[in-house]
Each structure stands twice: as C-alpha cells, then as structure tokens.
C-alpha cells in the first residue's frame, strides 16, 4: 500500500494560466507560496517555497474564474513528476501538485453570495461539495502577516 497526498494552504504568486488539451478540456496551472517562519540567531526569518499546482476540467474553469494573484486558497491532491523535451531536446522533469480539492480561503467575498466561500470545489464530481464534515475555524486564522508575503 501507499500513498501520495499532499495538502497545501497558500497564496497564488501570480494568476492562474488556462490552456486547453487538444480535445479541448481546460488546464489551469499556478505557483502557490507557502511560508515557514524560523527563529535563526535571535532573528525571524521567513523561508518561501513556491509549488507548481495544475488543475483539470471543471476545477480549472473555476481556478481561472475565482483565483488570482494573492489568493489564499487550501489545496488537496497528489504530487506527480512529468518528463518533457525543452526546445533544446534536453529532457526535463517536473514535479506539480494535481488538486483534487481546492478551498478558496480569502476573507473578502469571491462572488455577491458569501454562502460560496464555504464550498469546497472538487475536480472528481462535477459539482461544488458544501464541506461542513470538517473543522474549518483554523482557516480564518491568519497563517502569515500580509507583510511577509513575497509579492
């Protein structure tokens, strides 16, 4: 048995790209920043790792309708590494996330209905999921201050 799961809380570093496969299914693909804050000779320092996330189907339409560039968003899914070919016919590897869950996290309101903000939006059903089975209240706490944010 295993298992390959991961699970990130971040912001989006830029807007999320949509592209779509030759049979026309969307993509939507982002960098999102997770921060970790350490004590390092009496000073703070916050260290960024940046995540390649991609996104399929419907979950990516709403990826690029919703998300944008500082978004707070909670991410589910599993990591998967790709071979490809650069234009100089070197083979490269890339290890992404691919969501299975996506949260959006801001506390403004995405949309003239707050009741969305409490949906979590799942790429295997083609439907929104009211996510009430969990304890949600740590995600309104704030994981970083505004201005340690990189971008």
Partial sequence: MSIN???LI???????EIRYTLDGKP?????LATNEVIIRNGEKEV?????????????????????SKGSQVYIEGKLR??????KQGMQRYVT????????ILDKKPQSSD???????????PKIAKKSTDIDTDFL?????????IPF
């Avoid at 993509?27 to 960098?31: D, I, K, L, N």
């Avoid at 309104?140 to 505004?146: A, C, I, K, M």
Wanted: hydrophobic fraction near 40%; charged fraction near 30%.
């Fill in 47 to 67: 260290l960024t790792e940046w995540h390649r996330v991609v996104a399929f189907g419907r979950l990516a339409e709403i990826c690029g309708e919703y998300l």
């Fill in 10 to 16: 971040g912001r989006l570093g830029a807007d999320p």
């Fill in 27 to 31: 993509v939507a693909s982002f960098r």
């Fill in 96 to 103: 992404e996330i691919v969501v299975q869950t996506m949260q």
């Fill in 81 to 86: 590494t790709r071979k490809f070919e650069d």
């Fill in 5 to 7: 799961k991961v699970i």
């Fill in 114 to 124: 707050e009741a969305a903000k409490s949906y979590a939006m799942e790429s295997s």
């Fill in 140 to 148: 309104n706490e704030p994981l970083v201050d505004e201005e340690d």
